[in-house]
């Protein structure tokens, strides 16, 4: 089994690289959900860079009280290989002086890191921010060392330093926020490790997107060496079901922890229902009014990034045919398969639990899918990758007319105005579910679109219609050429990024 390395990040690193190298103090924060890699990165960065892994002074900051960040702050200071920071270690006594000791080690040019940031939003730490804020505006002038500080909660990171009534507003001098792996990403994991079934690619994708912690936690339960016939079920049992298992609570743990009552309620019915109206929202909570249920979906979306409500193509934000998904992937696969299987598993055989969630997780899949074909538009578009070049990108069409007959839906529309040129997609887990019937279907719901008023903006283009699936055979692909379709899986997108990937693997 190959060793796990470092994947991705070329740029951030780059970044970073830079801002080191600039000659200035720094102040930088860097951002992103969490086991997205943050302290990965500048433990990476560290490893090619002897004089910052000598001058580097990390911090985690508990959740706690002032006595117990002051008392953590000097166990990382005792336990530094630098004289003049162990020394400094007996000064730490509150928060002024703490400050004070992150001053005195950036003027003598080291670089502190202090990760979970965000927990100085808390009442009984805030006092250390203004503390801080006298440290900062002295060293912003200095030309030796830095400070980092990583935080996972956009808002809380948001209330601490770009907040106008924060002490630290307008004190950065850097940021990066540290998104998922891409699938040129993900694709160097999978070639390092051998996985070249691409529904193992889905389902790895279903459950975990692209948070290198949770790749990291796979290969170390030895997920890439399991046959493909047995991943769907091993993925289950040993990420999350088993005693041993290393999620099976994280999601409560670290997302759910503090959502209460009804946003919970909110979260567990989007899991089941992924693309469900404020219509059908407010069935599911009818003993709350329609102003209440938009609060809870407000704090949901804009305070937790917890759900994200997404329009038809056209469609103005006014529109009523809005549709709300959970953002995560993560999050939904945890609340829609895995937490209803590990419920089972505490009654139940292992087997018979598992047995009952894999329908679920095709089920899941499926919708997952959409969404990776979404983003693989977008991130080749972005590279200048593939055969269509985008100026827009939506995840489709739909209405909601009241006789079903006439509804509308089409998985994904991709437009490039340039050219003026439209790609119709229809996107099947299962490439044996593009039928003739299915496909009849695909070709009534594009002609009824082009007869909407929206749809009439695209008279005079040029039109694309294409079926994706994970894997298609040389003999499917013959017969939807026959019929006036292209054909795209994932191998096809994976093979854009192969000669992407080789000069990064020859370094």
């Known amino acids: 089994m190959a060793d796990w390395s470092f994947y991705g990040r070329d740029t951030d690193l780059q970044e970073l690289r830079a801002l080191l190298g600039a000659g200035r103090w720094f102040f930088c924060r860097i951002q992103g959900r969490r086991r997205i890699g943050k302290t990965a990165l500048l433990n990476q960065l560290a490893k090619s860079d002897e004089q910052l892994r000598q001058r580097l002074i990390y911090m985690q900051v508990p959740d706690s009280d002032e006595l117990d960040v002051i008392s953590t702050f000097r166990v990382s200071l005792e336990e530094s290989d630098v004289p003049m920071v162990r020394e400094l270690a007996p000064t730490v006594l509150d928060f002024l002086s703490m400050a004070a000791a992150i001053g005195a080690m950036c003027r003598a040019g080291m670089v502190v890191v202090l990760d979970e940031f965000q927990y100085f939003t808390r009442a009984g730490l805030w006092p250390f921010n203004s503390f801080l804020q006298a440290q900062v505006d002295e060293l912003r002038n200095t030309q030796q060392g830095g400070l980092f500080v990583l935080g996972s909660i956009q808002s809380e990171m948001e209330a601490l330093l770009n907040d106008k009534a924060a002490p630290l507003y307008g004190r950065l001098t850097a940021q990066r926020h540290l998104d998922h792996w891409d699938f040129q990403d993900l694709q160097e994991v999978f070639a390092a490790h051998a996985i070249g079934d691409p529904y193992q690619w889905l389902t790895l994708w279903c459950f975990f997107e692209g948070v290198p912690k949770f790749y990291r936690d796979a290969y170390e339960q030895g997920l890439f060496d399991v046959a493909p016939d047995r991943f769907q079920a091993e993925v289950l049992s040993r990420m999350f079901l088993m005693s041993s298992s290393p999620l099976t609570e994280e999601a409560d743990t670290w997302f759910l922890r503090e959502i209460r009552g009804r946003g919970v309620s909110i979260l567990n019915f989007l899991a089941r229902h992924p693309g469900c109206t404020n219509g059908e929202l407010k069935a599911a909570v009818a003993d709350h009014s329609e102003s209440a249920l938009g609060a809870y979906l407000s704090s949901l979306a804009n305070n937790f990034r917890m759900i994200d409500k997404q329009w ?93 007959a006439r509804a509308i839906e089409i998985d994904l529309v991709a437009l490039n105005r340039e050219t003026r040129t439209v790609r119709f997609g229809s996107c099947k887990r299962s490439p044996a579910v593009h039928t003739s019937a299915s496909l009849s279907e695909f070709d009534r719901h594009i002609e009824a679109f082009l007869s909407t008023k929206e749809g009439r903006q695209l008279l005079g283009w040029t039109i694309q219609k294409v079926c994706f699936s994970p894997v298609f055979s040389a003999a499917q692909r013959e017969a939807l050429r026959s019929k006036g379709y292209d054909s795209r899986d994932l191998r096809d997108y994976a093979k854009l990024f192969a000669m992407k990937n080789a000069p990064r693997d020859e370094k």
């Not at 209803?340 to 505490?346: E, K, M, T, V």
């Not at 990776?372 to 995840?395: R, Y």
Request: glycine share 6%; charged share 25%; net charge positive.
């Open 312 to 404: 038809p193509v056209f469609s103005g934000t006014q529109s009523r045919n809005a549709r709300y998904y959970i953002t995560d992937n993560f999050l939904q696969a945890w609340l829609a398969v895995a937490k209803p299987a590990r419920d089972a598993a505490r009654l139940r055989p292992l087997e018979r639990a598992i047995e009952i969630a894999l329908p679920r997780l095709l089920t899941l899949e499926g919708h997952a899918f959409e969404r990776l074909i979404k983003n693989l538009h977008i991130e080749c578009s972005k590279k200048g990758l593939g055969d269509f070049e985008l100026t827009d990108i939506n995840m489709g069409y739909w209405n909601r007319p009241k006789d079903a």
